[in-house]
Protein backbone atom coordinates (compact mmCIF):
# COMPACT_ATOMS: atom_id res chain seq x y z
CA UNK A 1 0.00 0.00 0.00
CA UNK A 2 1.61 3.52 -0.99
CA UNK A 3 2.12 5.70 1.98
CA UNK A 4 2.71 9.22 0.38
CA UNK A 5 1.07 10.56 -2.63
CA UNK A 6 1.72 14.18 -4.42
CA UNK A 7 -0.66 16.45 -3.08
CA UNK A 8 -1.34 17.64 -7.02
CA UNK A 9 -2.24 13.86 -7.75
CA UNK A 10 -5.09 14.36 -10.34
CA UNK A 11 -6.96 12.03 -9.13
CA UNK A 12 -7.61 13.28 -5.63
CA UNK A 13 -7.33 16.62 -7.65
CA UNK A 14 -10.62 15.64 -9.90
CA UNK A 15 -12.23 14.39 -6.65
CA UNK A 16 -11.46 17.63 -4.79
CA UNK A 17 -12.88 19.95 -7.80
CA UNK A 18 -16.38 18.21 -7.60
CA UNK A 19 -15.86 15.49 -10.84
CA UNK A 20 -18.64 12.58 -9.86
CA UNK A 21 -16.93 10.73 -12.76
CA UNK A 22 -14.00 11.02 -10.99
CA UNK A 23 -15.65 9.72 -7.76
CA UNK A 24 -17.24 7.05 -9.72
CA UNK A 25 -14.39 5.52 -10.92
CA UNK A 26 -12.48 5.62 -7.31
CA UNK A 27 -15.37 4.19 -6.04
CA UNK A 28 -15.57 1.16 -8.42
CA UNK A 29 -11.93 0.95 -8.04
CA UNK A 30 -11.68 0.28 -4.52
CA UNK A 31 -14.94 -0.41 -3.48
CA UNK A 32 -15.05 -4.30 -3.51
CA UNK A 33 -11.37 -4.34 -1.82
CA UNK A 34 -12.43 -2.37 0.99
CA UNK A 35 -15.54 -4.36 1.51
CA UNK A 36 -13.36 -7.92 1.61
CA UNK A 37 -11.13 -5.66 4.04
CA UNK A 38 -13.48 -4.75 6.45
CA UNK A 39 -15.16 -8.08 6.31
CA UNK A 40 -12.15 -9.61 7.30
CA UNK A 41 -12.56 -7.23 10.25
CA UNK A 42 -16.45 -7.30 11.28
CA UNK A 43 -17.37 -10.71 9.63
CA UNK A 44 -20.70 -9.35 9.12
CA UNK A 45 -21.94 -8.38 5.64
CA UNK A 46 -24.45 -5.92 6.05
CA UNK A 47 -22.43 -3.62 8.99
CA UNK A 48 -19.41 -3.95 6.39
CA UNK A 49 -21.60 -2.09 3.51
CA UNK A 50 -22.86 0.55 6.11
CA UNK A 51 -19.50 1.14 6.73
CA UNK A 52 -17.17 1.14 3.57
CA UNK A 53 -19.98 3.26 1.89
CA UNK A 54 -20.33 5.55 4.80
CA UNK A 55 -16.06 6.21 3.76
CA UNK A 56 -17.38 7.30 0.60
CA UNK A 57 -19.91 9.85 1.36
CA UNK A 58 -17.83 11.12 4.00
CA UNK A 59 -15.06 11.88 1.33
CA UNK A 60 -17.22 13.37 -1.04
CA UNK A 61 -19.24 15.42 1.27
CA UNK A 62 -15.70 16.69 2.95
CA UNK A 63 -13.83 16.44 0.04
CA UNK A 64 -12.54 20.13 -0.35
CA UNK A 65 -11.30 20.58 3.00
CA UNK A 66 -9.90 17.10 4.05
CA UNK A 67 -6.33 16.83 4.33
CA UNK A 68 -5.08 13.71 2.46
CA UNK A 69 -1.20 13.54 3.46
CA UNK A 70 -1.25 9.28 2.00
CA UNK A 71 -2.97 7.94 -1.14
CA UNK A 72 -6.42 7.59 -1.44
CA UNK A 73 -6.10 4.24 -1.51
CA UNK A 74 -3.97 4.29 1.94
CA UNK A 75 -6.94 6.96 3.13
CA UNK A 76 -9.66 5.16 2.18
CA UNK A 77 -8.39 1.80 4.28
CA UNK A 78 -7.91 3.92 7.37
CA UNK A 79 -11.23 5.58 7.04
CA UNK A 80 -12.52 1.94 6.61
CA UNK A 81 -10.68 0.75 9.74
CA UNK A 82 -11.87 3.46 11.91
CA UNK A 83 -15.13 2.88 11.13
CA UNK A 84 -15.03 -0.72 11.80
CA UNK A 85 -13.66 0.03 15.33
CA UNK A 86 -16.35 2.11 15.57
CA UNK A 87 -18.68 -0.91 15.28
CA UNK A 88 -16.38 -3.31 17.37
CA UNK A 89 -16.88 -0.78 20.31
CA UNK A 90 -20.21 -0.43 19.78
CA UNK A 91 -20.59 -4.01 20.01
CA UNK A 92 -18.59 -4.48 23.37
CA UNK A 93 -21.71 -3.93 25.59
CA UNK A 94 -23.70 -6.90 23.38
CA UNK A 95 -20.55 -9.02 23.71
CA UNK A 96 -19.41 -10.94 26.66
CA UNK A 97 -16.10 -11.43 25.34
CA UNK A 98 -15.33 -7.95 26.76
CA UNK A 99 -11.62 -8.32 27.17
CA UNK A 100 -10.84 -9.96 23.90
CA UNK A 101 -12.83 -7.63 22.61
CA UNK A 102 -11.19 -4.61 24.28
CA UNK A 103 -7.40 -6.45 23.37
CA UNK A 104 -8.51 -6.33 19.62
CA UNK A 105 -9.39 -2.57 20.19
CA UNK A 106 -6.14 -1.43 21.40
CA UNK A 107 -4.22 -3.74 18.52
CA UNK A 108 -6.26 -1.55 15.81
CA UNK A 109 -5.18 1.39 17.99
CA UNK A 110 -2.16 1.01 18.16
CA UNK A 111 -0.81 -0.75 14.68
CA UNK A 112 -1.56 -0.64 10.98
CA UNK A 113 -3.89 -3.59 10.41
CA UNK A 114 -3.20 -4.46 6.41
CA UNK A 115 -4.29 -6.04 3.94
CA UNK A 116 -1.05 -8.87 4.38
CA UNK A 117 -2.85 -9.80 7.92
CA UNK A 118 -6.51 -10.56 5.51
CA UNK A 119 -4.46 -12.76 3.59
CA UNK A 120 -2.91 -14.36 6.23
CA UNK A 121 -6.43 -14.76 8.04
CA UNK A 122 -6.77 -16.78 4.89
CA UNK A 123 -4.05 -19.00 5.47
CA UNK A 124 -5.23 -19.60 9.34
CA UNK A 125 -9.10 -20.46 8.14
CA UNK A 126 -7.57 -23.09 5.66
CA UNK A 127 -5.41 -24.60 8.41
CA UNK A 128 -8.13 -24.77 11.00
CA UNK A 129 -10.62 -26.31 8.01
CA UNK A 130 -7.82 -29.17 7.14
CA UNK A 131 -7.06 -29.92 10.67
CA UNK A 132 -7.77 -33.52 11.24
CA UNK A 133 -11.66 -34.31 12.64
CA UNK A 134 -11.08 -34.45 16.29
CA UNK A 135 -8.32 -32.00 16.38
CA UNK A 136 -10.70 -29.67 14.27
CA UNK A 137 -13.50 -30.11 17.08
CA UNK A 138 -11.05 -29.73 20.24
CA UNK A 139 -9.66 -27.05 19.21
CA UNK A 140 -12.96 -25.47 18.18
CA UNK A 141 -14.06 -25.83 21.56
CA UNK A 142 -11.60 -24.78 23.17
CA UNK A 143 -11.56 -21.45 21.44
CA UNK A 144 -15.38 -20.54 20.37
CA UNK A 145 -17.31 -22.46 23.23
CA UNK A 146 -14.11 -21.70 25.74
CA UNK A 147 -14.48 -24.90 27.38
CA UNK A 148 -11.43 -26.05 29.31
CA UNK A 149 -9.30 -28.86 28.50
CA UNK A 150 -11.05 -30.93 31.45
CA UNK A 151 -14.72 -30.21 30.06
CA UNK A 152 -13.84 -31.13 26.29
CA UNK A 153 -12.25 -34.61 27.85
CA UNK A 154 -14.75 -35.46 29.68
CA UNK A 155 -17.35 -34.56 27.19
CA UNK A 156 -15.57 -36.13 24.24
CA UNK A 157 -14.32 -38.84 26.40
CA UNK A 158 -10.88 -38.87 25.95
CA UNK A 159 -8.14 -37.97 27.92
CA UNK A 160 -6.77 -35.04 29.14
CA UNK A 161 -2.94 -35.31 27.95
CA UNK A 162 -5.06 -36.19 24.64
CA UNK A 163 -6.82 -33.00 24.47
CA UNK A 164 -3.57 -30.99 24.99
CA UNK A 165 -1.99 -32.91 22.54
CA UNK A 166 -5.06 -31.94 19.75
CA UNK A 167 -5.04 -28.33 20.66
CA UNK A 168 -1.16 -28.25 20.65
CA UNK A 169 -0.97 -29.94 17.24
CA UNK A 170 -3.69 -27.20 15.98
CA UNK A 171 -1.57 -24.20 16.71
CA UNK A 172 1.55 -25.76 15.26
CA UNK A 173 -0.55 -26.57 11.68
CA UNK A 174 -1.67 -23.18 12.08
CA UNK A 175 1.03 -21.78 12.91
CA UNK A 176 3.07 -23.61 9.73
CA UNK A 177 0.71 -22.54 7.26
CA UNK A 178 0.57 -18.86 8.28
CA UNK A 179 4.71 -18.37 8.97
CA UNK A 180 5.24 -15.81 6.84
CA UNK A 181 2.90 -13.54 8.86
CA UNK A 182 2.96 -11.64 12.15
CA UNK A 183 0.55 -11.97 14.59
CA UNK A 184 -1.07 -15.41 13.94
CA UNK A 185 -2.70 -14.81 17.34
CA UNK A 186 -4.42 -11.90 16.35
CA UNK A 187 -5.34 -14.25 12.97
CA UNK A 188 -6.50 -17.09 15.04
CA UNK A 189 -9.05 -14.29 17.18
CA UNK A 190 -10.65 -12.54 13.77
CA UNK A 191 -11.40 -16.21 12.53
CA UNK A 192 -12.35 -16.46 15.97
CA UNK A 193 -14.82 -13.02 15.51
CA UNK A 194 -15.95 -14.54 13.02
CA UNK A 195 -17.90 -17.16 13.92
CA UNK A 196 -19.20 -15.57 16.95
Known sequence: ???????????????????TKSFELLFRKYYQGLCNYCMGILGDA???????????????ENRRRINIKT????????SVRHG???VIRSQTLEQ???SRLTEFIEYLEQSEFSEEELSGLQKVEQAIEELPSQC???FLMSLVDEKSYKQIADELGISL???????SK????????????????LLIWLYYKRLL
Open 71 to 78: SLKSYLYQ
Open 96 to 98: RHI
Open 84 to 86: ALK
Open 161 to 167: NTVKTHI
Open 170 to 185: AYRLIREKAQNYKNIS
Open 136 to 138: KSV
Open 1 to 19: MCNHTNPDDPELKAIKEGY
Open 46 to 60: EKTEDVVQDAFVYLW
